[in-house]
């Protein structure tokens, strides 16, 4: 909002150098917490370039103060970035683990874990490092990682370029749904205890204000030169929404350009209805019913939405050892979501912490039937297998997982144990020297691995 207070003044024959100082400043700073603001110098400093209002020499100056104001916010965080990491970053150096999670052959158009069921802050970003080392069978620095997916990203572009197409079709779609696409925590669940959210909810969002600035856009065409970096900032940062993937906090930086094309048709709406012809008004509004058809269409499920944010709080309430409240949020999560495979396998494991293996195998075999794929759902369901004496039955998941996700240390232990027991010494000794190739500096592992030996030598 303050850029785009800045850049009204120097649309407005108002530019100064302490406007492009602040702009650029205003801009580096939201860059900082919102990376694709990066984007924004490319049409605004052509945009001073190319002013006919300005004197060239007035034009080159402001471009160079704004570019200035940038600098003066992002070149320390690439100094610190160079001085740890030993790389130039202006940012983060996440730029290939989020390209490719929005354009891979099982992308949706929003944000999806690398490893099913792994989608947590905390370890993801480590996750994305393994998984890439593994790939490539060496240690990367972080630009080689992000390297690594973002080729794999235009290998699938590439590839099959007409899937790619219809996701990013159903990203625009996204971008100005009227639902708001949850990360951790959804709107729709916080109105249920404040009757203000919920009311305002109902009347204001994207399918109301998006409408109403399409009809701005209409009566403001006249002025369209003045607003031309409106339209540009708008399109480039909607470009890329539909390049990456979409949450609701994304998408907030459009909210503001939205409100002053809304906000103008609600304050001239009365004087372009006196003044256009019938055809001029006909046109206008046929646009804003398609925008508001387009925009109100039933792409997203706000119970998922709901869903999703009773499993994280069942998480939270998981993690501090509340047994019964987070059961009571995960079976609130699959009431409101039949395929929440997540708050399904944390079901299972809530209830094994309480004792109750019989009844985790069963969320976790339902867990697994909504998603085949999910790794830590084999793995808990053979560890509670193994609990439960059914060791065939955890030897059968252990080795499904590690098909799919073979860096477990630990799994490779189990694995061993169970091998140990039976006597298998050979194999024992096998899944011993994977889980310590994987974790040197686990003494469990490495006391197993003594027995095997001794046991394989012994006959």
Partial sequence: CLSLWLLSLIATRAASVRACLGLGLALGTMTLSRENAMVFPLVLVPWLLLRRDLD??????????FMCGISLVLFPVAVRNWTVGGEFHLTTSQFGHNFYIGNNPAADGTYAPLI???GDPRIEGQDAIDLAQSALGKTLTPAEVSGFYTERALRYIKEDPVD???LMLRKVVLVFTSIEMVDTEDQYTHAES?????????MFHFGVLAPLAALGAIITWPRRETLLPLYLLFAIYTATLVVFYVFARYRLPLVPFLVLFAAAAVAQGRGFVSNANRSGIARAALAGFAVAIFCNWPIADKQHMRSVTHYNLGNELFGVGRLDEAIAEFRTAIELDRDNAFAT??????????????????QYRKALAINPSYVQA????GRSLLELEDAAGAIEHFEVGLGIEPRHAMVHNELGEIHLDRRE???AFERFELSLRLQPDTSVTRANLDKARAGSQGN
């Fill in 116 to 118: 099913v069921g792994r």
């Fill in 345 to 362: 396998h944390n079901l299972g494991a809530a209830r094994a912490g309480q004792g109750d293996l019989e009844a985790a195998v069963v």
């Fill in 194 to 202: 404040s009757w203000l959210l919920y009311v305002t909810g109902m």
């Fill in 425 to 427: 010494w050979s194999k």
């Fill in 378 to 381: 084999h793995f808990n369901l």
């Fill in 164 to 166: 790619w197409l219809a």
């Fill in 56 to 65: 060239r020499r007035k034009r080159w100056h402001f471009a160079a103060v």
